[in-house]
């Protein structure tokens, strides 16, 4: 019963766009759906959240779709420091803040 | 920028030995939180605190035991050491009441002989 699942790896080149998609088919109205990466075991860092509308920031766009069963990470210009492994998570808030990670998806970015 | 603390980064130790594996942040975060992850897997939790003097165990059993007895610190304890417990161990901190944006420190690599 995941919550959520991702591919577990893709490869991107240099400089192109990576797009990591997420199925959530099973979210409720009020999650969120979070995005992180950890790179080579270091701790996981927060990169973006959304609840209905596409967010963008400094790092990443996330685009969710309509029924929000799924959504994409945009990486638009990725460089070999975006390998990682990337988590889509869910968080519904109220008195429950504890997030599962899946097992993620593996980019790694080449030359 | 998230400040969250953990040392040692790296501990090698016996069987039988009790450690303790120190978490600290500066942000005057309410939640804390321990993953444990072994390599190439998913993290999962095994102990958060939602406030000072509260502790609750995660998703994954642990022998380990932990205390909040200050807002920004959050140790890990593990009576006896076994090569079990052999692994990497995360801390993380979070303080927005609306979102979950939660901020790791850099782990701590235990290796039990």
């Known amino acids: 019963d995941a919550k959520t699942t991702q591919p577990p790896s893709m490869d991107c080149a240099e400089g192109r766009a990576a797009n990591l998609p997420c199925n959530h088919s099973t979210i409720s109205g009020n999650e969120y759906v979070y995005w992180y990466r950890q790179i080579h075991s270091q701790g996981p860092q927060y990169i973006i959240h959304?609840?209905?509308n596409n967010e963008t920031n400094e790092m990443a766009s996330l685009i969710i779709t309509e029924d929000r069963k799924s959504s994409t990470l945009i990486l638009p210009h990725a460089t070999l420091r975006d390998t990682a492994v990337y988590y889509c998570?869910?968080?519904?808030?109220?008195?429950?803040?504890?997030?599962?990670f899946g097992k993620g998806t593996l980019l790694t970015v080449n030359p | 920028e998230a400040d969250i603390y953990q040392t040692p980064r790296y501990l090698v130790i016996g069987t039988g030995k009790k450690i303790t594996l120190e978490c600290s942040q500066t942000?005057?975060?309410?939640?804390m939180y321990w993953y444990q992850q072994d390599p190439g897997m998913e993290l999962h939790l095994i102990h958060y605190s939602y406030g000072v003097n509260s502790t609750e165990k995660g998703d994954l059993s642990s022998e380990s035991t932990v205390s909040r007895i200050r807002t920004e610190h959050f140790p890990l304890t593990l009576e006896s050491a076994r090569p079990s417990h052999t692994s990497q161990y995360l801390c993380?901190?979070?303080?927005?009441?609306?979102?979950?944006?939660?901020?790791f420190g850099p782990g701590t690599r235990l290796l039990v002989l």
């Open positions: 993380a901190s979070s303080g927005d009441r609306v979102r979950e944006t939660q901020y």
């Open positions: 959304g609840l209905k």
């Open positions: 942000m005057g975060h309410d939640k």
């Open positions: 998570t869910r968080y519904s808030g109220g008195s429950n803040y504890k997030l599962t």
